[in-house]
Every structure is written in C-alpha cells, then in structure tokens.
C-alpha cells in the first residue's frame, strides 16, 4: 500500500507565503498524476495544481492550475528528493483549507495523503 506523507501546513497572516511537501512511500516516478487538492469548511473538495506526467525526459510534464491560484501557486515533482510540492505565495484568507495530495499510477491506482491544514488570517 501506497503512502503519501503531507508536511507544511501552518498558520499564515494573508501577503505570506507557505509550502507544502507530500513524500510517496515508492518513486514519483511510478505516478503519472500528481495533484494537490484542497476542502474549505462547508465547501466540497476542489482541485488546486496538477502534473500529468509525460513519461519522458524530453517532453515536459502538463501542469493545470485552478484559476484562483493561478500566478499564485506552483506545483512542482522533484525526482531526486523524491517529493511533490505546492509553493503558496500571496497567501489569501479564502486559500484557507485543508489541503491534500493525490497520485495516481498507470494502473490506475489512486492514493491520497491524511491532509494538512493552511490557515490564512486577514
């Protein structure tokens, strides 16, 4: 079984900054989706940034982003340490949430990390 182990939530005042960082228990490279979602109290589960894989070291991974965070947020893999990030400049009330990470393999197998809180005061 597959693990996603999330760090980096905290408590910011808006303008600040944070990052997230989910750890997969097995290589990143084994996902071909990686993506970060977030859930505002009262509100359903919303999809923040993703990277769909390319497979290939000369094609360049696709990377989606909520319109609400775009120029904001930037998800990004890293091979070597092994970790999914999600930089969160310009922090603002309404990104307050609880933000998780997804990845998925080419067998289709879904995992999701427990969750990490971001709370961001005006």
């Known amino acids: 079984q597959v693990q996603l182990t999330e760090s980096g939530g905290g408590l910011v005042h808006a303008g600040e900054s944070l990052n997230l960082n989910c750890a997969p228990s097995?290589?990143?490279?084994?996902?071909?989706?990686m993506a970060w979602y977030r859930q505002a109290p009262d509100k359903q589960r919303e999809l923040v940034a993703q990277?769909?894989?390319?497979?290939?070291?000369?094609?360049?991974?696709?990377?989606n982003y909520a319109d609400t965070v775009k120029g904001r947020f930037t998800i990004s893999k890293d091979g070597a340490n092994n970790v999914l990030s999600l930089q969160m400049n310009n922090l603002k009330s309404e990104d307050t949430a609880v933000y998780s990470c997804?990845?998925?393999?080419?067998?289709?197998?879904?995992?999701w990390g427990q969750g990490t809180r971001v709370a961001v005061s005006s």
């Open positions: 997804y990845m998925k393999t080419g067998a289709a197998s879904e995992y």
């Open positions: 097995q290589s990143i490279f084994n996902f071909i989706v």
């Open positions: 990277i769909f894989s390319s497979g290939s070291r000369t094609i360049p991974d696709t990377i």
